[in-house]
T-cell receptor, first 112, second 112 residues
Framework: GNSVTQMEGPVTLSEEAFLTINCTYT??????LFWYVQYPGEGLQLLLK?????DKGSNKGFEATYRKETTSFHLEKGSVQVSDSAVYFC???????????FGRGTSLIVHP | NAGVTQTPKFQVLKTGQSMTLQCAQD?????MYWYRQDPGMGLRLIYY???????DKGEVPNGYNVSRLNKREFSLRLESAAPSQTSVYFC???????????FGDGTRLSIL
């Protein structure tokens, strides 16, 4: 079956530091890949997505590239802000499968 | 835009009581989902509905029932609540199997 593995947190950074959250996946076929963000007390919201190999998703300064050769979709941001403190989830969903697969989530804490 | 609306936002029940969590989406999405989120466990799928008129079990369906009332609404029922069902419940919807999900803000349920 499908699976998503992301680095355990919490990840603690100072403001303006570089962020990487690793995500690797196992899936049959060519899934779509997503990063979601969850702020305290809220539901998950889509941060970015990529639907095919070598696609780069980007939003709000965050980027992730769909790497089929390494089955990875790592999340990066060049300069984090305190307001980026949240839990980040990597996920995939396959064409024809109605059950998406989520990673366990990685908590990011950014200090001023 | 309302997106996905869940009611209630908070609820406290006694063991053995029943209740229904309501979810409605206004995006004309075909698929709808119920998850529970517990500390350290990530998101776990309870039930999903790929399209109006169909429902299927997810990873943790025991103790729950669902109804896809129409295309907009997907309710989750606890017939006899147990303390192990204390959790945050999220409803989500998506246009199709490989599209991103849209989440509600959750229902925080405590069972004493």
């Amino acid at each position: 079956g499908n699976s998503v593995t992301q680095m355990e947190g919490p990840v603690t950074l100072s403001e303006e530091a570089f962020l990487t959250i690793n995500c690797t996946y196992t899936a049959t076929g060519y899934p779509s890949l997503f990063w979601y963000v969850q702020y305290p007390g809220e539901g998950l919201q889509l941060l970015l997505k990529a639907t095919k190999a070598d696609d780069k998703g980007s939003n709000k300064g965050f980027e992730a590239t769909y790497r089929k050769e390494t089955t990875s979709f790592h999340l990066e941001k060049g300069s984090v802000q305190v307001s980026d403190s949240a839990v980040y989830f990597c996920a995939l969903s396959g064409r024809g499968s109605y059950i998406p697969t989520f990673g366990r989530g990685t908590s990011l804490i950014v200090h001023p | 835009n309302a997106g996905v609306t869940q009611t209630p936002k908070f609820q406290v029940l006694k063991t053995g009581q029943s209740m229904t969590l309501q979810c409605a989406q206004d995006m004309n999405h075909n698929s709808m989902y119920w998850y529970r989120q517990d500390p350290g466990m990530g998101l776990r799928l309870i039930y999903y509905s790929a399209s109006e008129g169909t429902t299927d079990k997810g990873e943790v369906p025991n103790g729950y029932n669902v109804s896809r009332l129409n295309k907009r609404e997907f309710s989750l029922r606890l017939e006899s609540a147990a303390p192990s069902q204390t959790s945050v419940y999220f409803c989500a919807s998506s246009e199709s199997s490989n599209q991103p999900q849209h989440f509600g803000d959750g229902t925080r349920l405590s069972i004493l």
